[in-house]
């Protein structure tokens, strides 16, 4: 039986499996925390700072203002009270532990040398030696930057890696090493795992690289509430291989079912354990990786939003800006803000507002208030708006 669903269903159900539409809590604890995490799955990391780190703001979208320490804690806290760890998922990103077993499979093969780009499978092979070493010398000595090798200090670009730069990142892809903290400019400080995750973690069993796999679709699955076969391997970067059999076991099992959405061309599926709501409502600002947007695709199919991120593009052929939030307003994405954090003047810049056609009228008052939301958040004195585009 394939289930119908209209396109304000699936945006419904799509809205409520990302923890939109509750009512935001007075005070946000390390639990409410948590359950954000385990909700969503990850939290991606990028490197880019002109607002705040991207992984803080997932959370915030979803619970408001929130310690930020109570994530960093979690991420790169005592080894008790470690609750994430940091891995590529979808990109590199910070993950519940119990995803750790689930991606053991992705740790082995690049161990093997059978995924990676071909500049990291070499220390699976030829160069393995050189990695090696590394790996003992942190052993050794305790956590430690590229930077504290020699020759390991990278250059300009990720293109100008030293080889000791490469050899710690197929360590870490390989899961020899994982991220102990991140220091300074946001560099990853590398150890070992035993001293970093918890011992019960690992001495979890691992499930067969199909049961795992599995496991990660269904989990993409929850998060989505309803997507395409697409959209949940791209969740965990899963290839069709690793997905479709996944996809069709869980179908088979009744824990995914068939779908069709008004609109879309390709066949959707719904996980078993949500139900439409009956209407969302709420307001955030979301973050370009953000899991509710980050498949571009996808945010044009369910909210009819093209969105592109325009930091790589030449100042003179951006059309809405650097570091540009999509605006989600009940159920409907109504505008784009370009963002910054002016921290020497105390401001959070929203430096262009771009409307969409149809915005409804009280799109500014209530953009403005969670504009204000978050310079609070962010610890900024005050909000100072600039251009207002587009609109009908």
Do not use: C
């Not at 979208?61 to 320490?69: I, M, V």
């Not at 499930?207 to 076969?229: D, N, Y």
């Not at 008004?262 to 600002?285: F, T, Y």
């Amino acid at each position: 039986m394939t289930l119908t669903l209209s396109l304000r269903e699936a945006r419904r159900i799509s809205l409520s499996a990302q923890g939109f539409g509750r009512r935001l809590p007075l005070r946000v604890g390390a639990a409410a925390l948590r359950a954000t995490a385990d909700r969503l799955g990850l939290f991606q990391i990028d490197s880019v700072n002109v607002l705040t780190r991207a992984h803080y703001l997932p959370a915030f979208a979803r619970l408001g203002g929130y310690d930020r320490a109570l994530l960093e804690r979690s991420a790169w806290g005592p080894r008790g009270q470690r609750r994430l760890f940091e891995y590529w998922a979808h990109e590199a990103s910070l993950l519940p532990l119990d995803l750790h077993p689930l991606l053991r499979w992705r740790m082995a093969r690049a161990e093997r040398g059978e995924t990676g780009y071909v500049r990291l499978r070499r220390f699976a092979g030829e160069d393995r030696a050189q990695a090696m070493a590394v790996l003992e010398r942190i052993a050794a000595e305790g956590p430690l930057t590229a930077a504290d090798f020699e020759s390991g200090a990278s250059r300009s670009g990720w293109w100008e890696w030293s080889d000791t730069k490469h050899a710690l990142e197929w360590l870490f892809w390989s899961g020899r090493i994982t991220t102990a903290t991140r220091r300074g400019s946001f560099a990853r400080v590398y150890d070992v795992p035993e001293r970093v995750l918890p011992s019960d973690l690992l001495a979890l069993p691992t499930p067969s690289v199909e049961e795992a796999q599995a496991a990660l679709v269904e989990r993409a699955a929850r998060a989505l509430g309803v997507a395409t076969a697409a959209d949940l391997r791209d969740y965990y970067r899963l290839r069709p291989a690793e997905g479709d059999h996944a996809i069709a076991a869980l179908t088979e099992a009744g824990v995914l079912l068939p779908a069709r959405v008004e609109g879309w061309s390709q066949r959707a599926w719904l996980h078993r354990a949500i139900a439409p709501p009956r209407r969302v409502r709420g307001a955030a600002l979301l973050a370009p990786f953000d899991p509710l947007v980050w498949e571009r695709s996808r945010t044009e199919r369910l909210f009819g939003f093209r969105y592109r991120i325009e930091i790589y593009v030449p100042q003179e052929r951006r059309q809405h800006g650097y570091y540009v939030l999509p605006f989600l307003l009940d159920e409907a994405l109504v505008a784009r803000v370009d963002l910054k954090a002016e921290r020497a003047e105390d401001v959070l810049a929203a430096r262009r507002v771009t409307l969409e056609r149809g915005a409804p009228a009280d799109t500014m008052p209530r953009l403005l208030a969670e504009l204000e939301r978050m310079a609070a958040w962010l610890g900024l004195e005050r909000v100072v708006l600039g251009e207002l585009a587009g609109g009908d």
